[in-house]
């Protein structure tokens, strides 16, 4: 049975923080280490999150002062839906301020079949207007919706980020189950930067 898991495109939003090169921040300030989905690599930062929220693009579209607050799902039911929200920050812009994000994405159902396999698959790029520490929403978003016929178990999220200009890659990774009972969880985006 087709998977519902639509690639929608959206505009590139920010959420503005400040420094000379990015890294993500723990909640207290301290440097955060790199995990499988929250990464930065030579300046350039990546974070993968699912979410099922469905108002996560209204959360999402609000003056940059506001830091919005995302649920997080580890498990969802069938007829349910997901958004897998693919973010980044400082992309290296050329002398026009230029700049361009590919995106390897992989989805692997739970029998080891993809629903998605995709290569250079394009995330963002454009001119950049705002400053590039900022927090970025690529242009890629993923919908999952539960259908029956799908295989109950965990499915794994892979979203490989390619600075075109920089030559830096940041592979992330997630999951999330489907199952027949869930449970999710309340976070905030570790938006902070700073310069080391």
Known sequence: MRNLIVILVLFVTTLAVHAEDFNWRTGDGAKAPNTKNQKSISGF????????????????????????????????ELGEELTILPFFANPK??????FKILCDIKIIKPNGSFSINEIDVPCAEGILED???????????????????????????????KDSLRNVEIPLETSFTLVKSKANKSIQPTANASAD
């Open 45 to 76: 930062g990546g974070w993968l999150l699912v979410t099922p929220d469905k108002d996560w693009e209204e959360k999402w579209n609000t003056p940059k002062e506001n830091i919005p607050h995302f649920s997080e799902a580890e498990e969802v």
């Open 93 to 98: 812009l050329d002398e026009n301020r230029y």
């Open 131 to 161: 400053d590039p520490m900022s927090i970025f929403l690529t242009q890629t978003v993923i919908k999952y919706i539960g259908e029956a016929g799908d295989p109950f178990g965990e499915w794994t999220v892979f979203f490989n980020m």
